[in-house]
T-cell receptor
Framework: AQSVTQPDIHITVSEGASLELRCNYSYGATPYLFWYVQSPGQGLQLLLK??????LVQGIKGFEAEFKRSQSSFNLRKPSVHWSDAAEYFC????????????FGAGTILRVKS | ETGVTQSPTHLIKTRGQQVTLRCSSQ?????VSWYQQALGQGPQFIFQ???????GRGNFPPRFSGLQFPNYSSELNVNALELDDSALYLCASSFVAGAYNEQFFGPGTRLTVL
């Protein structure tokens, strides 16, 4: 069965510091992979996605993620975190036709300290 | 262009009651998916509707049912509410036509079952 693991429930980083959020997935076929961000009272917003091709993908708000098939990982990174990045981040694998049914991880809450 | 909207924002019900949640898809979208997000967890796929037909279902009992209307708005109905049904319910819409298209999420309906 498909599953997504986000090992870190909470992460705290200083403003301006770099960030890496971990994600591991279990899926038999070539995965569709996504990172979403959720701010309080708001819906999920897509940061970036990977389907195929270049394993380093760029997203919105300065985020990037690297797909590593050998490690079944799709970690999210940002070189310099801003206070407005504080939110909850979800990794997801898309299943079904065109990957449009999402299996989410439990999320990582990012806190940014000034 | 309006985004995905959901109503109501919050809802309180008692165990055993029935509830209907509503979702208005983004203009031009023909697919809607519903997700349940319990506190501290990632969203879980309930089901998806494509052109008014159910197009996939997650591991949820039959008391969770849905409808999609000709204008592509949607309802999620839950019968015989249980305490564990307390969660944020998210809908997401997309336009599916032979390829991946981004799902856009609404802000959710917070359901509390007492």
């Amino acid at each position: 069965a498909q599953s997504v693991t986000q090992p870190d429930i909470h992460i705290t980083v200083s403003e301006g510091a770099s960030l890496e959020l971990r994600c591991n997935y279990s899926y038999g076929a070539t995965p569709y992979l996504f990172w979403y961000v959720q701010s309080p009272g708001q819906g999920l917003q897509l940061l970036l996605k990977y389907f195929s091709g270049d394993t380093l993908v760029q997203g919105i708000k300065g985020f990037e993620a690297e797909f590593k098939r050998s490690q079944s990982s799709f970690n999210l990174r940002k070189p310099s975190v801003h206070w407005s990045d504080a939110a909850e981040y979800f990794c997801a694998v898309g299943v079904g036709e065109y990957g449009n049914k999402l299996v989410f991880g439990a999320g990582t809450i990012l806190r940014v300290k000034s | 262009e309006t985004g995905v909207t959901q109503s109501p924002t919050h809802l309180i019900k008692t165990r055993g009651q029935q509830v209907t949640l509503r979702c208005s898809s983004q203009s031009g979208h023909n697919t809607v998916s519903w997700y349940q997000q319990a506190l501290g967890q990632g969203p879980q796929f309930i089901f998806q509707y494509y052109r008014e037909e159910e197009n996939g279902r997650g591991n949820f009992p039959p008391r969770f049912s849905g409808l999609q209307f000709p204008n592509y708005s949607s309802e999620l109905n839950v019968n015989a509410l249980e305490l564990d049904d307390s969660a944020l319910y998210l809908c997401a819409s997309s336009f599916v036509a032979g390829a991946y298209n981004e799902q856009f999420f609404g802000p959710g309906t917070r359901l509390t079952v007492l």
